[in-house]
């Protein structure tokens, strides 16, 4: 069992940076697969960005592939996403996901532990 509690989120401008985190209660953080989801209003809740368990590797949404890094800090147990060079389209609630597995997955269906989201909105 983890519980996540995300933060980092606000309002910006395009061009700007934030730096979203999520900080993991429970045990065994480095035994997870960590992600970041997105949702728009109206839309279906999207992959961003994902890691493995070490950190060694990292799968990035093509929209936001050279833009956004994800990080974790297994010491600290969080999970963080830079974002830099915000767009307009950035706009939407995002959701820190964990999934107790070996293999990465893409897919919102495949993570069992779920925060509560942070908002993000990018004004042109």
């Known amino acids: 069992q983890v519980v996540l509690v995300e933060s980092g989120g606000g309002l910006v401008q395009a061009g700007d940076s934030l730096r979203l985190s999520c900080a993991a209660s429970?045990?065994?953080?480095?035994?997870?697969?960590m992600a970041w989801f997105r949702q728009a209003p109206g839309k279906e809740r999207e992959f961003v960005a994902g890691?493995?368990?070490?950190?060694?590797?990292?799968d990035y949404a093509d929209s936001v592939k050279g833009r956004f890094t994800i990080s974790r800090d297994n010491a600290k147990n969080t999970v963080y996403l830079q974002m830099n060079s915000l767009k307009p389209e950035d706009t939407a609630v995002y959701y820190c996901?964990?999934?107790?597995?070996?293999?990465?997955?893409?897919?919102?269906?495949?993570?069992?532990?779920w925060g509560q989201g942070t908002q993000v909105t990018v004004s042109s």
């Open positions: 429970g045990r065994s953080f480095s035994s997870y697969i």
């Open positions: 890691i493995v368990r070490s950190g060694s590797i990292t």
């Open positions: 996901a964990a999934r107790n597995s070996f293999v990465h997955s893409r897919l919102a269906s495949g993570y069992q532990y």
